[in-house]
């Protein structure tokens, strides 16, 4: 058996598992940006009790999170979306009917692999982006306040 008939045994698995990977990213991605929410809150309320180490390391934790899955989210959609496409294109070399139907229907189930990476990818980055921001704003307005 040659490397590219075990890839490609490989490749005939589809996009499932790509959906179940970005399914549960997306789960992790709305925890986090739940609790950062909550946390930010309760930081802002209580902001001059902290030790200046103390505040950063609150504010910046699970930041790498959302950034990793803003950053990787679309390319793993796109892998699904690939396998997707091999088995798609699979599925026409080996089907006794030739016709449109046989890809079509692949491929579109395919391209939903594309449309969850960029569900999970999209808020991720934006929710990073405000933490960030707000984090810059909190320590600026705590290194305000201890002078």
Same mark, same amino acid.
């Given at each position: 058996?040659?490397?590219? +008939?075990?890839?490609?045994?490989?490749?005939?698995?589809g996009g499932d598992?790509?959906?179940?990977? @970005? @399914?549960? !990213?997306?789960?992790?991605?709305? =925890?986090?940006?739940?609790?950062?929410?909550?946390?930010? /809150?309760? $930081?802002? #309320?209580?902001?001059? /009790?902290? /030790?200046? @180490?103390?505040? #950063?390391?609150? %504010?910046?934790?699970?930041?790498?999170?959302?950034?990793?899955?803003?950053?990787?989210?679309?390319?793993?959609?796109?892998?699904?979306?690939?396998?997707?496409?091999?088995? =798609?294109?699979?599925?026409?070399?080996?089907?006794?009917?030739?016709?449109?139907?046989?890809?079509? =229907?692949? $491929?579109?189930?395919? @391209?939903?692999?594309?449309? !969850?990476?960029?569900?999970?990818? $999209?808020?991720?980055?934006?929710?990073?982006?405000?933490?960030v921001r707000k984090? #810059?704003? %909190?320590? !600026?307005?705590? +290194?305000?306040? #201890? /002078?």
């Amino acid at each position: 058996m040659s490397i590219t +008939e075990i890839v490609l045994k490989l490749a005939l698995i589809g996009g499932d598992p790509v959906l179940y990977i @970005l @399914l549960i !990213m997306s789960i992790i991605n709305f =925890a986090i940006i739940i609790e950062r929410f909550i946390t930010y /809150k309760t $930081i802002e #309320k209580n902001l001059t /009790k902290f /030790k200046p @180490l103390e505040l #950063k390391i609150s %504010l910046e934790k699970r930041l790498g999170i959302l950034a990793t899955f803003g950053n990787n989210a679309p390319f793993i959609g796109l892998f699904g979306t690939v396998l997707g496409i091999i088995k =798609a294109f699979h599925s026409l070399s080996t089907s006794t009917e030739f016709g449109v139907r046989v890809v079509m =229907a692949g $491929i579109s189930e395919a @391209l939903v692999a594309t449309a !969850m990476g960029l569900f999970v990818a $999209i808020p991720a980055v934006i929710a990073y982006n405000y933490f960030v921001r707000k984090a #810059k704003f %909190l320590m !600026m307005v705590y +290194e305000e306040s #201890k /002078k």
